[in-house]
């Protein structure tokens, strides 16, 4: 339903946006996921009208946008400051872009009255906005951008001013919310344990380019390049030289850790010589005093560098010989078992030949 | 402890006495039953009784109040569309270009306003009056508006224009209102500085535009009256009046 065609934009010397492409279907929780001064909010406010691409199309429901002024453009968006209007009660501030739409007052009363019910505030009808906690004014300013029924509802980081506890609460209402309600949504976020719990598919931005485009779980496990597997995730990333690409195999030799041979998500047409890396989660790593031999694992020995406490789990820093350092982790769920190996200790990790993820 | 709070509340006591002394002996003697500003003879409203019944002195505070309202009205007008432009654009000689008459020297403002009258043959009276007073009003309604306006959240105008108002509608509906109180604050400020204004006035009015600042010195010329002292008493009392308000407004605006 909404296309983004070559998109891009400059500040002067700075290029926010640069031929960004990308499809959102209907009734998707589509998340645009990237650090700061990646475009993805310039992207946003392009879509909302605030910002105009230097080129480029954007499309919703086939027609181009561009031209439109904001009011006249079937998006609505919730703020990352919610800029709710201090001025006016919550009733008021819901019922304004009914009353741009020039609604009847009856039709206008009831409307109101439904989406307070919806975001579970009927009683707060007649306060002001200063008078809300943070979470209740986050609700009035999702069902204020949701109440005359747009085709796309765009996010602008809406959760970032809320406390760890309530963001999750809210997380959960708003998966809810967008799976009762069928409106395709569109969220910013740097966030990315966020992007991963909320989104149907996320595209992950990078200096005005878009890195990668896919489901939470593909982008997780299969990560398309070193910044999509760096930023999403804690990630091991070991360098390395492909020596002879096979078909279902790849022998690789990465920098000191020698010669392998790896299973797994191999990208296309890989060339003897060609540099890469092998991207491997801290959670694929199995670690012990002493393994047992597996001719399916990779094994190595190391030296336990250094431990974070987690409280759940415990990280551990090993470090493999020549400077190549390897994170792994493992669960404190055994009871006073708050940390296995010190910092000296000498372990031994291994870990699937197919479990990590080559990239270039 | 105890003693340097002493000192500094002997030395603040003197200071507001020094700044009130001379304000409470107009207001005492406009009530001393006698011609002579020299001793206490009794209490008396016969001051204010004769000012009330003098035609001039009315007129003159006729001429005062309209040409307050009007210099307050239009500067408020004009005051709250700078503090805007000067907000928008954020541009430093700009600000200096709408803030220069508030500093400049009075006397300065008067004589070249008098000159510009002269050369584009706009007649002394009331009309230049107000003009005059607007041109040094602008600059503190503008500044009250400006102080509002970097205090507002930039999104909620973009909130108003997704949501499907127009540039006026949001301007009118979100803008303005937020804006009020700085506005009302920047005008009762006009108010009161076009109703106090003696240069300025002094090169700008005509024949039988004289307002109250202008009629007490021309009595003064004369002498000191007890009549002189019982309508600056009532000047006073205006001017507290406002500046209470004022405050209650917009106490930040009050004190830059």
């Known amino acids: ?360 | 402890m105890a003693r340097p709070r002493k000192t500094l509340l002997l030395a603040s006591a003197l200071v507001y006495l020094f700044l009130y002394i001379p304000l409470a002996v107009v207001v005492v003697f406009s009530f001393n039953d006698s011609r002579l500003n020299a001793e206490w003879v009794g209490f008396t409203w016969k001051w204010y009784d004769q000012l009330f019944s003098n035609p001039q002195m009315l007129q003159a505070a006729r001429n005062s109040l309209i040409i307050a309202l009007a210099a307050a009205l239009l500067s408020g007008v004009l005051g709250c569309l700078a503090g805007i432009a000067l907000h928008r654009f954020r541009q430093k000689w700009l600000s200096a270009l709408v803030l220069g008459p508030v500093a400049m020297p009075d006397i300065l403002i008067g004589v070249s306003l008098l000159l510009t009258f002269m050369l584009f043959n706009i007649g002394l009276g009331s009309i230049s009056i107000i003009l005059a007073h607007v041109s040094f009003c602008i600059g503190f309604v503008a500044l009250a508006v400006q102080a509002r306006m970097s205090g507002m959240d930039d999104s909620l105008l973009e909130a108003a224009r997704d949501l499907g108002a127009s540039p006026w509608q949001s301007f009118r509906l979100i803008t303005l209102p937020l804006l009020l109180p700085g506005v009302i604050a920047g005008m009762m400020m006009a108010f009161t500085l076009s109703i106090d204004d003696f240069v300025v006035t002094f090169f700008t009015a005509g024949v039988g535009s004289a307002t109250l600042p202008l009629e007490i010195y021309s009595m003064v010329k004369i002498a000191v009256t007890p009549e002189v002292n019982a309508v600056s008493t009532l000047l006073m009392l205006l001017t507290l009046v406002l500046i209470t308000v004022l405050s209650r407004f917009s106490p930040q605006s009050l004190r830059s």
């Open chain 1, 1 to 360: 339903m909404l296309e983004i065609i070559d998109v891009s934009r400059r500040y002067g010397e700075y290029l926010a946006l640069r031929d960004v492409n990308l499809r959102v279907h209907a009734g998707e929780f589509f998340t645009l996921l990237g650090p700061s001064g990646c475009g993805k909010t310039t992207l946003l406010r392009s879509i909302a009208g605030f910002d105009h691409p230097d080129s480029g199309d954007i499309l919703l429901d086939g027609k181009s946008l561009l031209h439109l002024p904001p009011e006249k453009r079937p998006v609505h968006t919730v703020f990352q400051s919610y800029a709710l209007f201090p001025h006016m009660t919550v009733a008021d501030n819901i019922a304004f872009p009914l009353r741009m739409a020039k609604l009847d007052k009856t039709e206008i009363a009831r409307r109101v009255e439904e989406v307070l019910e919806d975001v579970r505030l009927p009683d707060k009808a007649r306060h002001y906005p200063q008078a809300l906690s943070g979470g209740q004014r986050q609700r009035i300013a999702i069902a204020r951008a949701l109440v005359n029924r747009p085709r796309l509802l765009l996010l602008d980081e809406p959760l970032s001013a809320l406390d760890a506890k309530l963001r999750e609460q809210m997380q959960i209402e708003l998966i809810n919310l967008q799976k009762d309600i069928g409106i395709t949504f569109v969220y910013v976020t740097h966030d990315q344990g966020e992007a991963l719990a909320l989104s149907h598919r996320i595209a992950v931005m990078n200096q005005g380019e878009i890195s990668q485009i896919d489901e939470p779980a593909q982008l997780y496990n299969c990560p398309g390049n070193r910044f999509v597997a760096d930023f999403i995730g804690q990630c091991n990333i070991l360098d390395g030289t492909v020596i002879e690409s096979h078909s279902d195999r790849v022998d690789v030799e990465l920098d000191g850790l020698g010669r392998i041979s790896l299973s797994a998500h191999i990208p296309a047409n890989l060339h003897s010589g060609e540099r890469c890396a092998l991207t491997l989660r801290p959670e694929k790593i199995r670690l012990a005093k002493q393994l047992e031999a597996n001719d399916a694992e990779l094994h190595f020995r190391g030296q336990v560098h250094d431990t974070l406490y987690m409280g759940d789990v415990t990280i551990y820093i090993v470090e493999l010989g020549e400077g190549v350092k390897v994170e792994a982790l493992l669960a404190n769920s055994a009871p006073g078992r708050a940390r296995l190996f010190d910092p000296g200790d000498t372990v031994e990790i291994a870990w699937h030949a197919d479990a990590g993820h080559l990239v270039r």
